[in-house]
């Protein structure tokens, strides 16, 4: 491969162009105005100046990266790529009329690829003439640091493309996990499964915010309690990805929660809007509890659910201890993954008191 295609130039897009141009690929990012073009160059020169500062890269370095980008509004540029990766907001009626559009305009022999992270890449691949050609590669954000790569295939994608796809994604200095088609795939589905059960807790009057999110900081070390990172994440988007997963399982424990959706409806969801099971008129400060008792019998609800949860994937066949927990050390950051929790502890569960 020598020319890579990227359409949608938000923060993540922006931060996978940056990744194939420190890979020394040509790249072309393509947006569908150019103030959405001028923004993902704005996002591109702030995350490569901040790398100067950090003296991870030399400011000739820099130039060399930006030099190697081109961009655009016209999906015509995108003709000699190799591979396209398509990073649009996570709207299903979005990506299959981006997909239908790079089927006209690149060549025959390109992988066209998303970069949705719960979305089905089957149901995206309906819309190109080349189904075999299909797959999902979803970076973690941001895309320029973050190690963990999941590669999807689905049950028409071609094994050679495959394989490629996941060396190339080795080549860039990435982990990539090489899964089938599944809502959420590996780190969202267990996640959103965790932050969905802690939000439960509180609408059935078993916990409360503070201790929760404590709880999980001080006994499990994770680096932010489930209710901080809801906000972090956005509570639309995580009722979107737990929608996306309810309609594949049926399972009412994947419903989102209603203390999620009540926040939703009135337009709290999160930082990004100033509110969400935090307020943040001011800067955040981590929630704490001086309750021992509460905090443990929370920390045992919580891990012994998402262990449940993480052998349940790998008991079905749909990826390996090993994938899981790369998954969610390099894409979540957590401490160590769940089976390393279970061999630490030397039980499948933490037992309830």
Not at 191 to 206: E, F, P, Q, S, T
Not at 315 to 337: F, H, R, W
Request: proline letters at 3%; one cysteine or more; a negative charge.
């Amino acid at each position: 491969m020598e020319k890579i295609g990227v359409v949608g130039l938000g923060i993540m897009g922006a931060g996978i162009v940056e990744v194939f141009a420190k890979a020394n690929f040509s790249v072309v990012g393509i947006a569908e105005s150019d103030a959405a073009v001028e923004l993902g160059q704005s996002n591109l020169a702030k995350s490569l100046n901040r790398a100067v500062s950090r003296e991870k890269i030399t400011s000739e370095q820099a130039a060399d990266i930006t030099a190697r980008v081109s961009w655009g509004t016209d999906f015509a540029l995108l003709k000699d790529c190799d591979l396209v990766v398509e990073a649009a907001p996570e709207i299903m009626s979005l990506k299959a009329k981006i997909f239908a559009e790079l089927d006209s305009h690149v060549k025959a022999s390109a992988i066209l690829a998303s970069n949705t992270s719960s979305l089905s890449v089957t149901e995206i691949s309906q819309a190109t003439n080349r189904r075999s050609r299909v797959v999902g590669l979803h970076f973690f954000n941001p895309a320029p640091v973050q190690k963990f790569v999941e590669v999807i295939s689905t049950d028409h994608s071609d094994s050679d493309v495959i394989s490629t796809v996941v060396e190339l994604a080795k080549s860039l200095g990435k982990e990539p996990a090489q899964i089938g088609d599944q809502p959420g795939f590996i780190v969202n589905k267990l996640l959103l499964r965790y932050l969905n059960h802690a939000v439960r807790l509180i609408d059935d009057g078993l916990s409360t915010r503070d201790t929760i999110d404590a709880a999980m900081r001080e006994l499990a070390h994770f680096p932010m309690g489930p209710l901080e990172l809801l906000d972090l994440v956005g509570l639309d988007t995580s009722v979107e990805v737990l929608n996306t997963i309810y309609d594949d399982t049926g399972l009412d424990t994947d419903g989102p929660a209603s203390g999620l959706t009540a926040r939703v409806n009135i337009g709290d969801f999160g930082r990004k809007s100033g509110k969400g099971f935090y307020s943040y008129e001011q800067p955040h400060v981590a929630a704490t509890s001086d309750d021992d008792m509460a905090k443990s019998r929370v920390y045992v609800e919580l891990l012994n659910a998402y262990l449940d949860s993480a052998r349940e994937m790998r008991d079905s066949g749909y990826a390996t201890e090993s994938d899981i927990n790369l998954g969610m050390k390099l894409g979540c950051g957590l401490p160590e993954g769940p089976f390393e929790t279970i061999a630490r502890i030397g039980s499948d569960r933490l037992p309830v008191n």
